[in-house]
């Protein structure tokens, strides 16, 4: 049987639901998938509001990313996956025991690594991978600004960019300084007053990108921290989390200032960034997905990147892990695990 989280509606954690089944068999091109981990994301947060931009209708099963090993494989896929540990973007579907998977989206997680320390570089090591390298292209001597550095992207940003040979400025809550300066980078408060003053004092030319997962009215103030030829990557709009209203307009709101900025004739550049763009040219997307994640996973099996775990807490405790992760106590990603593996059984967390 297979056991699976249901999100039924906008609810309270405590609303999260439990459901079992029976097991599916693969079809052609697939692969069952025995879940070992999967992460609490901002995505989950704002589907519980349902506040995510493209969320599918209630009910539903959350879970944007996972670890787990394949236990089966339908026609077509290569037998020789089974009893090898994968990470998967999923988008739906990680809050569970097992899922079924496309095979051409399943990459390997090196010997050593351990499945909660993998999760927490899936989702957030390709968002940010790809925001550093594909987007902003920083170069090495560059300074950037990351939002949010004591978070699952942005301590993964953090880590990046350091490796890079980029100085970064990371903004957290006091509580997290010491986390965010161990990672490499010099902290801030975010509630600072003058916040784009301290930012001016470290970087008087202004930084070579900003990295702003909050949206709302602050994007102004991380547009004019720029450099010119600096690059503004906006990847949420954390601001609006929990404002009612509907969930497109805060970011089509958004969207159009990062446009109008873009195109404004001042060397400075504003992108959006969508993990899932270029999803419908499958085999590409996969490849690039598969190349990304891989060299991030590679970093973290040979000790250059840290994985930051909040904590690992048992699927069926779902709701404790969703109380948690929205929190903002926690530096690093809460992790959903197996019950075997978890620190504790039980069923008590769901219902």
Not at 93 to 104: F, K, P, Q
């Amino acid at each position: 049987m297979l056991t699976e989280v249901v999100l039924p509606g906008r609810v309270e954690p405590e609303g999260l639901q439990l459901r079992t089944r029976p097991l599916p068999e693969p079809g052609p091109g697939q692969a069952l998938v025995a879940v070992e981990a999967s992460g609490v994301s901002f995505a989950e947060q704002q589907m519980r509001r349902g506040k995510y931009y493209d969320q599918p209708p209630f009910p539903f099963v959350p879970g944007y990313d996972l670890v787990g090993t394949v236990v089966s494989t339908g026609p077509g896929v290569d037998p020789a996956l089974r009893g090898r540990r994968f990470a998967a973007l999923t988008k739906i579907g990680g809050w569970a025991s097992h899922a079924l998977l496309d095979a051409g989206d399943l990459v390997e997680v090196p010997d050593g690594v351990g499945a909660a320390e993998a999760e927490t570089m899936v989702v957030n090591g390709i968002t940010a991978w790809q925001m550093l390298h594909r987007v902003a292209k920083v170069r090495p001597g560059a300074t950037v600004l990351v939002h949010g550095a004591n978070g699952g992207v942005g301590s993964t940003l953090v880590q990046l960019a350091r490796l890079a040979g980029v100085e970064v400025i990371g903004t957290a809550s006091p509580r997290h300084h010491d986390a965010v300066r161990a990672l490499g980078a010099t902290p801030l408060d975010y509630r600072d007053r003058d916040l784009s003053g301290r930012v001016r004092a470290l970087a008087p030319g202004g930084v070579d990108a900003v990295f702003d997962h909050v949206g709302g009215e602050g994007i102004v103030d991380s547009f004019r921290l720029l450099a010119r030829g600096g690059t503004l990557v906006s990847y949420g709009t954390a601001a609006t989390r929990d404002v009612a209203g509907s969930s497109r307009a805060p970011v089509l709101k958004l969207l159009a200032r990062l446009a109008l900025w873009h195109l404004l004739p001042n060397g400075r550049r504003a992108h959006f960034f969508n993990l899932w763009a270029g999803r419908r040219r499958r085999a590409a997307y996969q490849a690039r997905i598969r190349a990304d994640l891989g060299q991030v996973l590679a970093l973290l099996a040979s000790g250059e990147l840290t994985a930051l775990v909040a904590a690992r807490i048992p699927l069926t405790d779902a709701a404790e892990a969703m109380r948690l992760a929205e929190s903002g106590t926690v530096a690093g990603k809460v992790v959903l695990v197996a019950d075997q593996g978890a620190r504790r059984g039980g069923e008590e967390g769901a219902r």
